[in-house]
């Protein structure tokens, strides 16, 4: 039987220390979230390996996104206890489960219902209750609690998320995977006024989400 504690101080020490991962508050929300409960069940033994895990294998494919990149991603975000954030596509809701031991006030967006159940029983089973799950249009957000002070896209984009932008707070961070294959790079957009800085932080492969998938003769 895998011993799940050891497994989480494993990836911690060797797959995030190893990858530039050195904010000590999410290393100790990772070294404690269960990630073995936010798994299909019958694949808890997977939950540790440095890969994307798929979730959910229903109508809507959905994916945990590897340790390495979303700690990277989770640790540019600068979460700071009490800041809004928006989990878009959250899965069986890992990610807010992290960031909800940061100490963020976490809605968690989904696109079907029984998705958004999975995780609701998962986050009440790892001690994250008090994180809202709600059901929508991924790439329209989630407007009645905007503004954000962070959003996390568990997943790849063609697009620029235009919608989730504008559901940032002045200084609001987003970040997510854009582009595909060997052009695919975690982005971070940060809100200024009515301007969006943009910058590039790692080479990172995810899922394409289908909401944010480019339209043939779209030009981005």
Same mark, same amino acid.
């Given at each position: 039987m895998v011993d799940f504690s050891q497994a989480r101080r494993m990836m911690v020490d060797s797959q995030l220390r190893t990858f530039d991962v050195n904010d000590i508050p999410?290393?100790?929300? /990772?070294?404690s979230v269960p990630r073995e409960m936010f798994v299909l069940p019958g694949r808890e033994e997977l939950a540790y390996i440095d890969q994307n895990i798929l979730v959910s294998d229903g109508a809507t494919r959905r994916f945990m996104l590897s340790p /390495? +990149?979303?700690g990277r991603m989770i640790q540019a975000l600068e979460v +700071?206890? @009490?800041? #809004?954030?928006?989990?878009?596509?959250? @899965?069986?809701? %890992?990610?807010?489960?992290v960031l909800n #031991?940061? @100490?963020?006030?976490?809605? *968690?967006?989904? *696109?079907?219902e029984a998705l958004a159940a999975d995780a609701r029983s998962s986050l009440a089973a790892?001690?994250?209750? +008090?994180?809202?799950?709600?059901? @929508?249009?991924?790439?329209q957000g989630h407007a009645e609690?905007?503004? %954000?002070?962070?959003?996390l896209i568990n997943g790849a984009l063609d697009v620029r998320p235009d919608a989730l932008l504008q559901q940032l707070a002045e200084g609001g961070r987003?970040?997510?995977? #854009?582009?595909?294959?060997? *052009? *695919?790079?975690?982005?971070? %957009?940060?809100?200024?006024g009515d301007a969006f800085g943009e910058r590039?932080?790692?080479?990172?492969?995810a899922p394409v989400l289908a909401p944010f998938v480019q339209e043939p003769g779209f030009t981005f």
């Open positions: 999410l290393l100790d929300a /990772m070294d /390495m +990149n979303l +700071n206890a @009490g800041e #809004k954030a928006l989990d878009v596509a959250s @899965g069986r809701g %890992y990610a807010a489960a #031991k940061l @100490g963020a006030q976490v809605t *968690a967006l989904e *696109a079907d790892a001690s994250a209750g +008090n994180v809202q799950v709600v059901v @929508g249009a991924l790439d609690q905007a503004p %954000y002070d962070l959003i987003l970040v997510c995977v #854009k582009g595909r294959g060997r *052009a *695919a790079r975690a982005t971070l %957009y940060v809100r200024s590039t932080l790692f080479d990172a492969a």
